[in-house]
């Protein structure tokens, strides 16, 4: 009993230490970056859309390649399937089938509305930009979700063209992925809320599987949005990101 008091000392003042071992915003996100951003991937998900008066379930398969390309085809339900999407830079175009068998241009501001009345925006589902790239950090504290030790990590936009002007991230401190998220506009009003609720391995990186989004400018009880398959070690032609694509 008689080391009891050296202990307790000890142990405050070597908890002053750890606390100043905490990473850099920008070590953080660079973890983060290198976690989340694929050079080249194919996948297949499964949105399940809580509205106001029904659920709504759509399947998709997404190529995306590099910074700037996404190409995005419905496969599920009927009534959806053959719509497709495809994003250069910093545009999109909407494919709708028979019977318009329509191509609409989608960019600026448009880029942020609903996709298939989901929580969900055009930038959300195909934007593939490093959040170095995109915004300044500092981390603000620790705190526990489900169970895992978080940095908590505040962005602000480095550019006026960034659809969240900012972000707080809990990032799990082991594999280096936000498990929860709160996206503001510039007015510092809050606009959308994510919980990563499941991650699996890709590779040697950790990546996200099951994702809930809330739109709080939304009536709806969120979107559930679950990574089924993908494949990072895939070649994807060059002629599937092109317009002419949309009608194939």
């Known amino acids: 009993m008689r080391y009891w008091p050296t202990l307790v000392i000890l142990w405050m003042m070597a908890a002053p230490a750890a606390e100043i071992q905490a990473p850099t915003g920008e070590e953080v996100l660079e973890r983060i970056d ?10 297949t998900a499964t949105m399940v859309i809580h509205g106001r008066s029904a659920t709504r379930t759509l399947t998709s398969k997404t ?6 390309q996404a190409f995005v085809e419905y ?20 494919y709708t089938p028979e019977p318009t068998d329509r191509i609409i241009t989608i960019s600026g501001h448009l880029l942020r ?10 930038e959300d589902i195909t934007e593939n930009r490093r959040l170095r790239e995109l915004y300044d950090a500092r981390v603000t504290g620790q705190e526990e979700i489900d169970g895992r030790r978080c940095w908590i990590l505040s962005l602000t936009a480095k550019t006026e063209d960034v659809t969240y002007h900012a ?3 809990w990032v799990d401190q082991e594999r280096w992925l936000p498990l929860k998220e ?3 506009a510039r007015s510092g009003r809050l606009l959308k809320t994510i919980r990563i609720e499941e ?25 559930e949005y679950t990574i089924d398959t993908i494949d990072i070690e895939v070649d994807i032609p060059d002629h599937l990101f092109s317009k ?5």
């Open 63 to 68: 190529y995306r390649q590099g910074l700037n």
């Open 34 to 43: 290198r976690n989340m951003y694929l050079d080249q991937a194919i996948s």
């Open 199 to 223: 991650v699996f391995p890709v590779g040697e990186r950790w990546y996200p599987k099951r994702m809930t989004f809330r739109d709080m400018l939304s009536r709806g009880d969120g979107t």
């Open 167 to 169: 972000r707080t991230l």
């Open 75 to 94: 496969l599920s339900p009927p009534r959806e399937k053959g719509k497709k999407m495809l994003r250069l830079a910093d545009k999109l175009w909407t």
């Open 182 to 184: 709160d996206r503001f």
């Open 244 to 248: 002419s694509a949309l009608r194939q």
């Open 113 to 122: 509305q609903s996709v298939m009345g989901s929580d969900l925006s055009y």
